[in-house]
């Protein structure tokens, strides 16, 4: 029998008890006649009877009536409470003696797209503890010792309630197993510390593709308001891991699990007696990604490879660059390098002050910066077939038009002369050879062109159909856009400076004809422009997305659609010429650069560029796609502060090439002339 019913019958005993006292007393002083103590004959009472025993009679009656009243009120609620609404109560009090504690779920694994683990997760053995343990002296000191922290570092993280008021307290993780083992073998030295196994992220393939897959962090405040407020996004609380750059962050929402919960019994402080049910953590979803981890590591070589060429070359201050591998055919993204690269280990379990300021510093050349998709450059030469398509699609020139370099060109009056690169000149020439010789004076004449012409930013239209000065939408978090200058932007941009020279010039129209200047550039964009003129316009947005896995099984739920995102109009004849050009940049401009290329089963079709910056090393470039006739690839190289293009970015670009079809570079000598 329940309380509760006990304490209903005690109520409905008393209750009858006090009406039947009521009922008694007022029998008892109801009769109508009363016998006279004199002796004389009895006689009929009547009017008023002001006795004191009347009144008390009547007091009593209004007692028991009131009391009544009180114990039926009492009785009606406790009727409610009892049987109304015994169940809310009932959750209530329930709810007063339990909590509900988050378990951590892991993440998923990241593969590449044969499903070789690039990300993993790695058992950890975790140290936690209650919070109360904080008011045993005697247990934080000896855990201290234990794990070999100062005493007052492990008595703040047992403090530390961000995972939750009622959650066990991480104390250290990847804990040593002999640490773990003693803290087993004495349990009664430590009655408030256990031993959890955890997962924290691994890297099997160390250093391989850092920026692109990014590192993960413990959420920040701002994240944790961002999901209360996104009520179909994910919910964060204190404490949660999540991604904080590339593929991590980019897929957050596939990787992050589903938090299980485990119900506790708490006393009237909060302090955990005991536990109930619990619902385990659901892991993440895996994600395939269409990297190649075999071209990805031949990528990352290649380029290492060429930093040090270019250094070894006199480029002392050369550390940073990127190379891209994109499927020509679907925009799948199978190579993305960046350097200086980083481990991301150093993440796991949260970096360091000095760690984190090394890494964001100028003097180690940012290498948390993925150049790839952020970094931005002056094209150089790689942006002449671009400005090529712009002069025949605007009249400027075509396939018969006729130049003549002298080396010297004052197309703009003396006083404005420029060089061509070389300065001998190339001499009588014509546009599909302004191309392979990357002659700079055929390209100051189109500037010209459109200095004179009424489609004044003609050129700029044309950068802007093939991608340059805006994101190609890669699925990675900080994608650069680039720039392409114009009047407006110049005016804007140079708001400090006189009004004449805010004003836009032949020289702007002659800087960025040749790739120089003001114009900006990602790797990304360039491979993306060369993939097109490959496809004779057809230009894929690059993705690294192949797959999500479903929980817990094999199969995929989501496969990705390659989408087709430019589709730049040309003349078909307009395609042949530039193609035919940079075939004839890998085969005609350099005897000694083409014998790299010779001894390949498949022909390329390419261009060097060198960028320059004033007095510093100039930026290095190399952009392709193979097979020339029907492309399977396009490649990007850049060496930031690397020289020449054919003398370091250019050898990274073949280096990949052979790496694609097992076709290594064997010739040794390197490219002596010089070529852009």
């Known amino acids: 029998m329940s309380l509760g019913t006990i304490i209903l019958i005690v ?3 008393l209750l009858a008890a006090v009406a039947a006292a009521v009922v ?15 002796g004389q004959a009895p006689r009929a ?12 009679k009547s007091r009593f009656v209004g007692l028991g009536v009131f009391s009544g009243t009180v ?3 009492l009785f009606v609620k406790l009727l409610s409470m009892q049987v109304v609404s015994s169940e809310d109560y009932a959750r209530q009090a329930e709810s007063n003696r339990t909590r509900t504690v988050s378990t951590v779920a892991p993440r998923g694994r990241i593969l590449d797209r044969n499903g070789v683990e690039l990300v993993a997760n790695r058992p950890s053995l975790t140290v936690t503890a209650k919070s109360d343990v904080v008011n045993d002296d005697v247990e934080v000191t000896l855990l201290a010792a234990l794990l070999g922290m100062p005493k007052i570092a492990c008595r703040r993280k047992i403090q530390d309630s961000t995972e939750g008021a009622q959650s066990a307290r991480t104390v250290a993780v990847d804990a040593h197993r002999t640490t773990v083992a003693f803290i087993q073998e004495h349990a009664d030295f430590f009655p408030g510390v256990t031993v959890e196994q955890r997962t924290q992220r691994s890297y099997p393939q160390g250093e391989v593709a850092c920026h692109l897959l990014g590192y993960t962090g413990t959420v920040t405040q701002d994240q944790i308001d961002a999901s209360a407020q996104n009520a179909n996004g994910l919910s964060y609380e204190s404490g949660d891991t999540t991604g904080q750059a590339g593929v991590e962050y980019q897929y957050e929402g596939v990787l992050q699990g589903v938090r299980g919960e485990q119900t506790v019994y708490v006393d009237a402080n909060g302090d955990v007696l005991s536990y109930s049910t619990s619902v385990p953590a659901e892991s993440g979803s895996d994600i395939l990604l269409t990297i190649d981890v075999n071209t990805q590591k031949a990528a990352e070589q290649a380029l290492a490879d060429g930093i040090k060429r270019a250094v070894k070359a006199g480029s002392k201050d050369c550390n940073s660059g990127a190379a891209i591998v994109v499927d020509a055919t679907n925009g799948e993204v199978l190579a993305m390098a960046s350097a200086p690269s980083f481990r991301p280990e150093l993440f796991v379990g949260g970096i360091s002050q000095d760690d984190w300021d090394t890494l964001s510093s100028d003097a180690a050349g940012n290498p948390l910066m993925n150049r790839a998709v952020s970094g931005q450059f002056v094209a150089a030469s790689t942006i002449k077939p671009l400005t090529t398509f712009a002069a025949m699609d605007h009249g400027i020139a075509n396939a018969s038009s006729g130049f003549d370099c002298q080396g010297w060109w004052t197309g703009f009056g003396s006083s404005y002369g420029k060089w061509c690169w070389k ?3 190339h001499g009588p020439i014509d546009l599909r050879n302004g191309i392979v010789y990357s002659c700079d004076v055929v390209f100051y004449e189109i500037a010209k062109g459109f200095y004179n012409s009424d489609t004044k930013d003609g050129m700029q239209e044309t950068f802007h159909k093939w991608g340059l000065g805006s994101q190609t939408g890669i ?13 407006e932007w110049k005016w804007n941009y140079f708001s400090s400076y006189s009004d004449a020279d805010r004003q836009w010039q032949g020289g702007d129209y002659t800087n960025i004809a040749i790739g120089q200047g003001d114009i900006l550039v990602t790797p990304l964009q360039m491979c993306c422009a060369y993939m097109g003129i490959g496809n004779r316009g057809t230009m894929w947005r690059p993705h690294v997305l192949k797959s999500v896995k479903g929980r817990g099984g094999d199969g995929s739920v989501i496969d990705f659609k390659p989408e087709q995102y430019l589709a730049p109009d040309e003349a078909s004849e307009n395609y042949d010429l530039v193609h035919s050009g940079l075939e004839g940049v890998i085969y005609e401009e350099s005897a000694s650069m083409t014998a790299h290329f010779t001894n390949l089963s498949m022909r390329v079709a390419g261009k060097t560029g060198t960028g320059e910056h004033g007095n510093d090393e100039p930026t290095a470039w190399f952009c392709a796609y193979v097979p020339a006739d029907n492309p399977k690839y396009a490649i990007c190289a ?5 020289g020449y293009g054919s003398t370091s970015a250019m050898y990274v670009g073949r280096d990949i090439i052979g790496a694609l079809y097992n076709e290594p570079d064997t010739v040794t000598t390197s490219v002596s002339d010089g070529t852009r």
């Open 24 to 38: 008694l007393a007022v029998r008892g002083g109801t009769s109508s006649l009363r016998f006279d103590i004199g």
């Open 45 to 56: 009472a009547g009017g008023n009877d002001t006795s004191s025993e009347t009144t008390f």
């Open 11 to 13: 109520f409905v005993v």
């Open 71 to 73: 114990i039926g009120a």
């Open 638 to 642: 850049v060496i930031d502060k690397g």
């Open 423 to 425: 300065h001998s000149g």
């Open 475 to 487: 699925d990675l978090p900080g994608e650069a856009a680039g720039r392409v200058p114009d009047a």
